[in-house]
């Protein structure tokens, strides 16, 4: 069974930083692209970032570029997602999401989130 | 971009109930439909418009292309009342979600 685990969430300044991790276990994680997508409170998801298994494309929605950083460990069977020069519009539970191998690469299993609030 | 429609909709047990995505451009069959009940994680549904992914339901049934898609439920149960959101694959990997549909029990 696919699992996936979010940590790393938590209250922060605006201006601030957090490392977000994304455990998983029950599939090859190796093999598989993967993509963080935040929830703001009661409004719908946005795609965040995505990195391919090996590591080798990134890529970013604009409005996080620049200030988040994917990465990921294929060893520790782990996701990251460092997001720096926190702003209150990235409060949000934060999501890891792997990508299928089915037609298109729709997000077949997701974590259940860690959030994250920026508040002075 | 994705547009859905309704943004909220009340029905009961045993309705038929339909969930309209349009998209800004051509995005082929690349569409996917998730259900997040509250507190949840989304979950895949549908995906490539109209195939449903392994234990889903066969009340639930996707259709359309190019720009414009629904999401039928043939006869809504209690556990499908939700929130839906199509994602569009198209600009795959940068994938956009529509705005989200909340069926509520009426």
């Known amino acids: 069974e696919v699992r996936l685990v979010e940590s790393g969430g938590g209250l922060v300044q605006p201006g601030g930083s957090l490392r977000l991790s994304c455990a998983a276990s029950?599939?090859?994680?190796?093999?598989?692209?993967m993509n963080w997508v935040r929830q703001a409170p009661g409004k719908g998801l946005e795609w965040v970032s995505y990195?391919?298994?090996?590591?080798?494309?990134?890529y970013y929605a604009d409005s996080v570029k620049g200030r988040f950083t994917i990465s990921r460990d294929n060893a520790r069977n782990s996701l990251y997602l460092q997001i720096n020069s926190l702003r209150a519009e990235d409060t949000a539970v934060y999501y890891c999401?792997?990508?299928?191998?089915?037609?298109?690469?729709?997000?077949?299993?997701w974590g259940q989130g860690t959030l994250v609030t920026v508040s002075s | 971009q994705l547009t859905q429609s309704p943004s909220s909709l009340s029905a009961s047990v045993g309705d038929r109930v339909t969930i309209t995505c349009r998209a800004s451009?051509?995005?082929?069959?690349?569409l996917a439909w998730y259900q997040q009940k509250p507190g949840r994680a989304p979950n895949l549904l549908i995906y490539?418009?109209?195939t449903l992914q392994s234990g889903v339901p066969s009340r639930f049934r996707g259709s359309g292309s190019g720009t414009d898609f629904t999401l039928t439920i043939s006869s809504l149960q209690p556990e499908d009342f939700a929130t839906y959101y199509c994602?569009?694959?198209?600009?795959?990997?940068?994938?956009?979600f529509g705005q989200g549909t909340k069926l509520e029990i009426k």
């Open positions: 999401a792997k990508e299928g191998t089915l037609v298109g690469a729709p997000l077949d299993s």
């Open positions: 029950g599939f090859t994680f190796s093999r598989y692209s």
């Open positions: 990195i391919t298994s090996s590591s080798t494309t990134i």
């Open positions: 451009q051509d995005i082929s069959s690349y």
């Open positions: 490539a418009t109209s």
């Open positions: 994602q569009q694959l198209d600009s795959y990997p940068m994938y956009t």
